[in-house]
C-alpha cells in the first residue's frame, strides 16, 4: 500500500528551527520527525511512499539519503508554488497508482493501530475516511454513524458529535476526480463538496495509542520529556532508542546532562556544561560552563552563557 506524507510545510510556528530544514526533518532524541510517520506506516502495512517539498527541499536527500526508508522505495515531488493539502495531493496522482493510499500530516506523531481502519475503509465504499480522536485538541469534525456530516460547522450540523482530526486520512483514487487539477487548493472545501453531493466521507475514531501534534516549540520540548529514555515507548521504536547522548557525540565527563536533553550525532559538551530538557542537534557545540535550560542548539550552532527558552 502507498502512502502519501505531507512534508512541504513551512513550519511557521517552530522557527527559528525550520530555518534551514522542512519541519518533518527536525529531529527528536535524534530522529527525524517524518521518519515516526514512515515507522507507524510499515508497522500498518504500507511499503511505499510519496511526499512533497517546497521549503529547503535539498534537506531531504540530505536526511534520507537513496530514496528509500528502512528498504522501503520513497518518491518526492517538489512544489515550487505551495499547492495546499488538495492540490498536493492532486499533484501526486501519477505517483500513487490506482489503488487506496494513506494521507499522512509529516508533523505528527501517533502509535495508534491504523490497520483495522484501512480494512474498514475498504469495506465501506467510502471515497475518504477521516481518521479521529475524541479528545486531545480542537474539535472541528462533526461525525455520526461513522460518516462525517460536517466540518467546522460549515453545512450546518450543529448537533453531531465533534471530534479531533488526526492529520490521517484514507483515500480510494476516486478521489481525484473530485479534486481539480493544477490548482492551490485545501482539501477541505473538497470533503465538503463530496458530503454536500451525498458522497460518503468516512470519520473512524481511534482513541488508543499515543497522538501527538508538534505545532509549537513547547510541544516540540514536551515531545522529548514524553519520549525520553525510560519514558513513553512508541509501539513500532527500535528497542535501542532513544538515547540521550547519541553515540558519536562528545560529552566531556564533567558535563550534567539532565532530565528529557537530547544531544545529537557529533555534537560536543564542553567541560562543566550543565543541560536541564535542551535539545541539542546534530554537531552543534556547547561552551565549557554553559548552562542551558529549556534550549535548542540547531545542527552547527555554538551556545554557550547562561540561557532559557533561547534558540540557537
Excluded at 522542512?22 to 520527525?33: A, M, R, T, W
Aim: a negative charge; proline letters at 7%; aromatic letters at 6%.
Amino acid at each position: 500500500m502507498n502512502a502519501f506524507v505531507l512534508g512541504a510545510g513551512l513550519g511557521t510556528r517552530l522557527r527559528p528551527l525550520t530555518d534551514r530544514r522542512p519541519k518533518p526533518l527536525v529531529p527528536i532524541h535524534g530522529k527525524p520527525l517524518i521518519t515516526f510517520a514512515f515507522d507507524h506506516l510499515i508497522a500498518n502495512g504500507v511499503d511505499r511512499f510519496v511526499v512533497n517539498t517546497h521549503h529547503c527541499p535539498e534537506a531531504y536527500a540530505t536526511q534520507l539519503p537513496g530514496g528509500t526508508y528502512l528498504g522501503c522505495p520513497v518518491s518526492f515531488r517538489h512544489e515550487p508554488v505551495l499547492l495546499d493539502t488538495g492540490g498536493g495531493i492532486k499533484n501526486v496522482e501519477d505517483l500513487l497508482g490506482d489503488g487506496p493510499f494513506v494521507v499522512y500530516n509529516g508533523d505528527v506523531l501517533a502509535d495508534f493501530p491504523l490497520q483495522p481502519a484501512i480494512e474498514q475503509h475498504l469495506k465501506s465504499g467510502c471515497t475518504a475516511s477521516l481518521i479521529l480522536r475524541s479528545s486531545g485538541g480542537p474539535l472541528h469534525v462533526q461525525s455520526r454513524d461513522g460518516l462525517v456530516c460536517d466540518i467546522r460547522h460549515a453545512l450546518g450540523a450543529t448537533e453531531a458529535p465533534s471530534f479531533l482530526f488526526t492529520g490521517i486520512t484514507i483515500l480510494s483514487p476516486e478521489i481525484f476526480r473530485h479534486i481539480p487539477a493544477g490548482q492551490v487548493v485545501s482539501v477541505i472545501p473538497v470533503y465538503l463538496d463530496m458530503i454536500r453531493a451525498g458522497i460518503p466521507v468516512g470519520g473512524i475514531v481511534i482513541d488508543e495509542g499515543l497522538w501527538f501534534d508538534l505545532g509549537s516549540r513547547d510541544a516540540y520540548l514536551q515531545a522529548h520529556d514524553l519520549l525520553r529514555p525510560g519514558g513513553r515507548r512508541l509501539s513500532y521504536s527500535a528497542p535501542d532508542w532513544p538515547h540521550a547522548v547519541d553515540a558519536t557525540a562528545h560529552c566531556d565527563p564533567s558535563a550534567q546532562i539532565c532530565s528529557a536533553t537530547a544531544i545529537g550525532a557529533g555534537a560536543s559538551i564542553g567541560a562543566g556544561a550543565n543541560l536541564q530538557n535542551a535539545v541539542v542537534w546534530e554537531k552543534a557545540r556547547v561552551l565549557p560552563g554553559a548552562r542551558l535550560s529549556r534550549c535548542v542548539v540547531r545542527d552547527g550552532c555554538v551556545a554557550g552563557g547562561e540561557a532559557s527558552d533561547r534558540d540557537w
